[in-house]
């Protein structure tokens, strides 16, 4: 019987330890979502398919991606056309002329870069 008691003791005792208040941290905030996620809604044109589009240039725009440290991945073309997005999309774009991308090695701050410009737009929809 005190076994018992015992053994129920335990393991009251141990299921209490997984009744705490947990909680969950992230280093990403709300905000930081919204901005990562909003250059989705600006499109990439070729000049091709502007000719058939009614579109308003709203300004030149550039993004990009850097490796600050040997330690850190090597940019990506990719990452740079994202930034290039989301700078757009603070211009009020939808829409973006890709010009060219350039990669670029030892520059000031970063060790390798790659560098998008463009032209933000406002396509008529």
């Not at 000719?51 to 490796?67: D, I, R």
């Not at 774009?93 to 701050?109: K, Y």
Request: hydrophobic share 40%.
């Amino acid at each position: 019987m005190q076994l018992r008691l015992v053994g129920a003791a335990l393991l009251a005792l141990a299921l209490s330890g997984c009744a705490g208040n947990w909680g969950f941290n992230s280093n990403v905030s709300p905000e930081g979502i919204k901005d990562y996620y909003k250059g989705n809604d600006v499109t990439l044109y070729n000049k091709d398919q502007l000719s058939n589009l009614n579109y308003v240039t709203l300004g030149s725009v550039e993004g990009e991606a850097c490796q600050i440290k040997a330690s850190d991945a090597t940019p990506k073309e990719a990452d740079a056309r994202a930034s290039i997005r989301r700078r757009a999309a603070d211009m009020g774009a939808n829409g973006l002329l890709l010009d060219r991308c350039i990669h670029f090695a030892d520059m000031p701050g970063c060790l390798e870069q790659v560098l998008c410009s463009g032209q933000a737009l406002k396509v008529a929809k």
